[in-house]
């Protein structure tokens, strides 16, 4: 009787031979002649392997979130309640009292206190915030961070199965490439439907490639630059997309050779040349979340300013100006100076 871990092993070893049988059966179906790649087969084993513990992870993983946001925001709220208390019983300070302030300590006194105060409310700020959002990099760590990963190392010989997700899905959109071109008829109009729909989730997969496969710095410029092609490249697959409904067959198999590419250069860790198309002149894909939360911080802070500066209450004949002056640093702030360049050019 075999012991339960030979078990799990067993049937970790099957996953992963289907996975790589469904994907040789897809493209002989496609007509594409090419052996799968070592270091492709490798990663999409790797996957199915750990696929049930990741699941299992990830559950854990958004448990500990949940408590840990839950307790961090009754702090929050402790906090928050203690500081109202304090701050009704004190009395505001009057102009007269701050002038009397600048006039018998002198400006530097003024200027190191209002320093002081500004730093001490930072630094609460920092840690608030770090309480807040430290139940995000825990469970990040549980449910195996390429990340928390590449910072802190592990056992020699393994690595995250989250790592090889995009390849895992690359596949997935192969296959169904491959279940499409074989059928006839309505059969294949439902098939090719269904396409698009698993090529969006591996789309967002390499779009966040500089962040799962791990090899990538949070912060820096190399992160720009992939991040610039990979949007590039989902856009180009998008392009592909388009063509289903036109030339289906012909498609199917430009898009399945264009995954094939993408599932080898990724699990090669060539995140910056996933495909040997001209990129140039293709637009980048937009994240639609990020484009929604920077438009949000966009809006906000724009109507913050301009009640700021209403505020201030100076002379009509400059304030337009500030107040259009205030907008356009916001649009810089929030979208970059060459977006805002290019959307003076159109």
């Known amino acids: 009787m075999r012991s339960p871990r030979a078990f799990l092993r067993a049937r970790s070893q099957a996953r992963g031979d289907k996975a790589i049988e469904d994907l040789k059966a897809a493209l002989g179906q496609l007509g594409i002649d090419e052996a799968i790649p070592e270091p492709l087969e490798r990663g999409l084993r790797h996957y199915t392997r750990y696929e049930v513990r990741l699941a299992a992870a990830s559950i854990v993983a958004l448990w500990v979130a949940g408590l840990w946001s839950a307790a961090a925001f009754g702090l929050l709220v402790r906090a928050g309640t203690a500081v109202a208390a304090t701050a009704t019983n004190l009395s505001t300070p009057s102009l007269a009292s701050v002038e009397k302030l600048w006039n018998e300590r002198g400006p530097e006194s003024f200027w190191i206190a209002s320093l002081m105060l500004a730093g001490a409310m930072a630094l609460a700020a920092l840690v608030l915030f770090l309480i807040a959002s430290s139940g995000f990099f825990i469970s990040s760590m549980l449910s195996g961070s390429p990340t928390a990963y590449r910072i802190l190392g592990t056992r020699k010989g393994w690595y995250p199965a989250l790592i090889y997700r995009p390849v895992y899905h690359a596949t997935q959109v192969i296959v169904k490439c491959g279940r499409a071109i074989r059928e006839h008829g309505e059969e294949k109009v439902i098939k090719v439907g269904e396409v698009p729909t698993v090529s969006a989730q591996a789309r967002d997969d390499i779009q966040k490639a500089h962040r799962l496969r791990g090899t990538i710095a ?3 410029r190399r992160k720009k630059v992939i991040r610039d092609h990979t949007a590039r490249v989902a856009a180009r697959l998008q392009e592909i997309e388009d063509d289903l409904f036109r030339t289906p067959d012909d498609a199917l198999r430009m898009l399945a050779t264009s995954w094939l590419s993408i599932a080898e250069r990724y699990a090669e860790g060539r995140i910056g040349a996933l495909l040997d198309d001209d990129l140039s002149t293709v637009e980048p894909a937009r994240t639609r979340i990020r484009d929604r939360l920077r438009d949000a911080l966009a ?32 649009l810089i702030l929030v979208y970059g100076s060459k977006a805002v360049l290019d959307r003076r050019v159109r």
């Not at 300013?305 to 002379?315: G, K, N, R």
């Open 299 to 330: 809006v906000a802070l724009t109507v913050g300013t301009v009640f700021f500066t209403a505020s201030l209450e100076l002379p009509q004949a400059i304030e337009g100006y500030v107040i259009a002056g205030s907008a356009v640093a916001v």
């Open 218 to 220: 949070p912060f820096g």
